[in-house]
């Protein structure tokens, strides 16, 4: 039922948007709750037939390379082992799932976090996944977009702002760069002095 409904808002969105340039991005639920069971009872709730046994990902991949849409999945910032252990958490591997089933349909992977995160874990887990490393060897493939959600006052705070700044200018220059973080932050400091009265004027709003 999800993959007819899927079908029937993707045919009318593209005899709509057809020529026009606008580029069809489809948002994926990251359902990553008891994951780690075999029968993934919180996906299958939603409509999304993904078990130990049947890759459910793949369909929904092969349904958006059929209409040239963009998988958009979230979850990305996270890690299995911050998650709730009792609940069986595993948003890597999902991220990991949903990334091989879009390379094996060959459609384009979006990405977005799900939660609020100002941290440097977060933003080197977020590089990792966008880099599409899932056998080991990425290639020259990565995600085609990335989408910063829940901007907000904490996001404005000083420190706050220099690590989004160096994440922001680490993400740019993507996989072939190799310094440390310390020294993508010394180098994006000129950015930082650059906005600060804007990121001021955030802050106080």
């Known amino acids: 039922m999800l993959l ?3 079908e029937r808002i993707l045919t009318s969105a593209k005899s ?7 580029k ?9 709750w008891h994951y780690g069971t075999r ?5 299958l709730t939603a409509g999304y037939y993904n078990t130990r046994f049947h890759d459910g990902y793949h369909p929904i991949a092969q ?15 996270m890690r299995d082992h911050e998650q709730p252990q009792d ?10 799932q949903v990334a091989m089933a879009t390379q094996k349909a060959q459609v384009l992977l979006a ?11 977060a933003h080197e887990q977020i590089i990792r996944a966008a880099e599409l490393n899932v056998d080991g060897n990425s290639g020259d493939s990565k995600m085609c977009a990335f989408t910063y959600l829940r901007m907000n006052p904490h996001l404005f705070q ?17 996989k072939s760069d190799h310094r440390c973080w310390e020294q993508v932050e010394r180098e994006a400091e000129h950015f930082v002095q650059l906005t600060q009265p804007l990121v001021h004027e955030a802050a106080m709003h």
């Open 16 to 22: 709509i948007f057809d020529n026009t340039g606008v």
């Open 63 to 77: 349904m958006l390379a059929r209409h040239g849409a963009v998988f958009n999945f979230t979850c990305i910032e």
């Open 24 to 32: 069809i991005s489809v948002k994926i639920a990251g359902i990553h």
């Open 39 to 43: 029968s993934h009872a919180p996906e």
């Open 158 to 174: 000083p420190d706050n702002w220099r690590k989004f700044v160096a994440f922001v200018k680490k993400m740019k220059e993507g």
């Open 4 to 6: 007819d409904h899927g």
């Open 87 to 96: 609940a069986l958490c595993a948003p890597e591997k999902l991220v990991r």
């Open 111 to 121: 990405g977005e976090n799900a939660l609020p995160r100002y941290d440097e874990y």
